[in-house]
């Protein structure tokens, strides 16, 4: 029997969808709850609507359910922060605080909180961006994420709070849909492939970012959170990367399965802050560390997500 109890808040968003199935699968259905802001979701194990800014209600829920580990993803990303600056600020920030304030008080052992490739900003080097370089986001997005890996440090060297973090790139999966990042069209693109054989991408050709499929994302929050604690060296979060492409050389890559698909470009408010970002990442901490390691490249990503979203939309359509 685990004595693991484990509350994932967030837990209907791109990362929790697939994060919370593996969770009940390691863990038992029975010692996993999902929550999120919705009234009702549907998950195999127990569901809680639970606001992260509630305190006590995040509180009562820790405390009634005996649960020892958060993994808190429940945030505004990058692009709808930009539309309501004030509110992404405050639920990225005061949502962490909700968190960690609980594991200072000694009511939880361990916490994970995800970073972004977005706490860089346009003066980090681009290529092969290193763990600690230049760090200065023009997002409230990634200033909200710079800040809370701050403090995430801060509570491990002050209260001792065990926290975990790493700094997510694109994630891309098809169990879920992504809502409201800049990285969105790399999923996107998979479901318009299918669906109509044609893609108006919301960034250029050829604007690059670090991406990684969403088994690896999840394999990552997991395997850092099992790690013993001495091998956690860097508690503020982990560069993490698996493949860096551009919206030119992933479209080249659908066209090996659907020599048919085309893509057209019409860049939004969402170029120039992918243009703030790096196009790849040194992550060679992490792989010191705790041995992180990725599975899939952009070749492998692309068969997996067609193969897949092609089962769904066949049985969708049957
Ligand atoms: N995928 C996120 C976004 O685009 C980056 O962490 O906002």
Not at 187 to 203: M, N, P, R
Not at 231 to 251: D, G, H, L
Request: glycine share 6%.
């Amino acid at each position: 029997m685990s004595d693991t109890r484990i509350l994932v808040i967030g837990a209907c968003g791109q990362v929790g969808t697939e994060l919370v199935e593996n969770l009940a699968l390691r863990f038992g259905n029975q010692n996993v709850i999902a929550s999120d802001i919705r009234d009702e979701a549907s998950f195999d194990v127990e569901y809680i609507k639970l606001d992260v800014l509630d305190r006590e209600k995040v509180r009562d829920v820790v405390v009634s359910n005996q649960i020892t580990e958060v993994y808190h993803l429940a945030a505004l990303l990058s692009a709808t922060a930009e539309k309501h600056p004030e509110f992404g600020w405050k639920l990225n920030m005061d949502g962490l605080f909700s968190v960690l304030d609980l594991a200072k008080e000694g009511l939880l052992k361990k916490v994970f909180w995800p970073s972004s490739i977005a706490v860089f900003g346009p003066t980090t080097p681009r290529e092969n961006t290193p763990q600690r370089t230049v760090i200065e986001p023009t997002t409230v997005y990634g200033i909200s994420k710079f800040a809370g890996e701050r403090w995430c440090e801060y509570y491990h060297n002050r209260y001792g709070v065990d926290v975990r973090s790493i700094r997510y790139p694109g994630l891309i999966g098809y169990k879920s849909l992504p809502g409201g990042g800049t990285t969105d069209y790399a999923v996107d693109i998979f479901h318009q492939a299918l669906k109509s054989g044609t893609y108006e991408c919301f960034l250029n050709a050829d604007t690059s970012l670090p991406m990684m499929y969403m088994s690896d994302a999840v394999k990552a929050t997991i395997d850092i959170m099992q790690v013993p604690t001495e091998q956690i060296k860097n508690r503020s979060s982990y560069n993490i990367s698996a493949m860096s492409f551009n919206p030119a050389e992933v479209t080249e890559e659908i066209r090996k399965h659907h020599p048919n698909f085309t893509i057209s470009y019409a860049p939004d408010e969402r170029q120039k802050i992918a243009e703030s970002w790096p196009a790849s990442i040194d992550d060679e901490e992490a792989r010191q560390d705790w041995g992180w390691n990725h599975e899939y490249d952009l070749p492998k990503m692309v068969n997996d997500m067609l193969h897949n979203l092609e089962k769904l939309h066949f049985s969708n359509s049957n």
